[in-house]
Nanobody
Framework: QVQLVESGGGLVQAGGSLRLSCAASGRTFGRYAMGWFRQAPGKERELVAVISWSGDSTYYTSSVKGRFTISRVNAKNTVYLQMNDLKPEDTAVYYC?????????????????WGQGTQVTVSS
């Protein structure tokens, strides 16, 4: 497993942007598929975006397509989530997660390491 620490959350007005970062410990970061998930109050945790170990394959939930971009720099053990044109419905705690396989899946139960989460609040 890897240890994950998210950063970059905050309060932003609708239409604004934020970039989340997730720093991972361990020398085998490049062998992990990574994902961003979010959980809003009173709702279940949902997938936002996932990326393969190499970064050449990604998947986004439909509500963020065209607005969010997931990327990674394996040399820095870091995965990012660039969020543009934020909407109030994007308000949630965002979690970074790692899967000990090179390919991503959309099932949160396949991800075995999780960060502590970072709050994103979008005001209208």
């Amino acid at each position: 497993q890897v240890q994950l620490v998210e950063s970059g959350g905050g309060l932003v007005q609708a239409g604004g942007s934020l970039r989340l970062s997730c720093a991972a410990s361990g020398r085998t970061f490049g062998r992990y598929a990574m994902g961003w998930f979010r959980q809003a109050p009173g709702k279940e945790r949902e997938l936002v975006a996932v990326i393969s170990w190499s970064g050449d394959s990604t998947y986004y939930t439909s509500s963020v397509k065209g607005r969010f971009t997931i990327s990674r720099v394996n040399a820095k053990n870091t995965v990012y989530l660039q969020m543009n044109d934020l909407k109030p419905e994007d308000t949630a705690v965002y979690y970074c997660a790692a899967r000990e396989y090179t390919a991503w899946t959309t099932d949160s139960q396949d991800y075995t390491s999780w960060g502590q989460g970072t709050q994103v609040t979008v005001s209208s």
